[in-house]
């Protein structure tokens, strides 16, 4: 790939999803964009970065985009995150929010959708808890084809046999040919919208819990900065921030600051902190 094509190729992601691409990732944009350029009737790489430099190029700058920011999941990833939402995070909010009986959780850069389908499974085992509660679960990403599929709720077995605990295989999923299909009660729990983190989350609302996890770290420096500041003004100064295991506020922000003995859970700290939802 010539250096100018590159360019092109950089400077389309960093300015539509924040994506930052160094040219050791190179051999990164050649395996994720030669399938767009196949798929268009492409020669290459070099035919396809000639076709975007054309008017009128906005489909293929989204397949473009869409085909580099489409990132692998799975159900319960890491494991912490889920039991600090389950043993820690709940119980307070359960506690801070009696009066109003509402919470609202935003899993980001949800991809296929197994962030917030085991968010929504927890959910569902703690009915009875939150009976006469209004539990809003939002799930978003950039990408409209991958949406669609998290909507649908099918997964192959490789997909269900990576990290979802067999109990949840029997009790949540059922048997669609070949591959898995989520019970309803569990896809209906989640509400997917299409949203760019780089765009002002206002209107997504506010949030008592917030699972950004595994995408600041495709950022540079300031977006993550001006990514996590738009989310703290989004979430009440008790809400709960989650990141991947190799991310962190640290350096970053100082709008969030860990919790203690929480590992990868971040709280608000600004004044000008929302109320709760």
């Avoid at 991958?146 to 048997?175: C, M, N, W």
Wanted: proline share 5%.
């Amino acid at each position: 790939m010539n250096r100018e094509d590159f360019s092109l190729f950089s400077r389309l992601l960093r300015e539509r999803s924040g994506l930052a691409i160094g040219e050791e990732k190179t051999y990164l944009l050649e395996s994720r964009l030669m399938p767009v350029a196949r798929r268009r009737g492409l020669a290459g790489l070099e035919a396809l970065a000639a076709a975007l430099r054309q008017p009128a190029a906005r489909d293929l700058e989204r397949d473009v985009v869409e085909a580099m920011t489409t990132n692998e999941s799975f159900f319960f990833r890491d494991g912490q995150p889920f039991q600090a939402f389950r043993t820690f995070i709940l119980p307070r909010l359960l506690a801070a929010r009696a009066a109003r009986r509402h919470i609202r959780i935003w899993s980001a850069a949800c991809s296929s959708g197994q962030e917030p389908y085991s968010l929504a499974m927890i959910l569902a085992d703690e009915a009875a808890k939150l009976a006469g509660w209004r539990v809003e679960l939002v799930a978003t990403d950039l990408s409209t084809e991958i949406l669609d599929r998290a909507r649908a709720g099918v997964y192959s077995h490789f997909e269900v046999q990576r990290g979802l605990p067999i109990q949840y295989l029997t009790k949540y999923f059922k048997p669609d040919g070949d591959r898995w299909r989520i019970a309803d009660q569990i896809r209906s729990a989640v509400d997917f919208r299409v949203f760019n983190l780089l765009d002002d989350p206002r209107p997504l609302g506010t949030f008592d819990v917030v699972f950004c996890r595994n995408v600041l770290i495709y950022f540079d420096a300031p977006t993550k900065t001006r990514v996590l500041e738009r989310l703290s003004r989004q979430m009440p100064a008790d809400a709960c921030l989650l990141l991947g295991g190799a991310e962190t506020v640290l350096g970053v922000t100082e709008r969030f600051a860990p919790v203690a003995e929480q590992r990868g859970v971040y709280r608000v700290t600004g004044a000008d902190a929302p109320a709760p939802a």
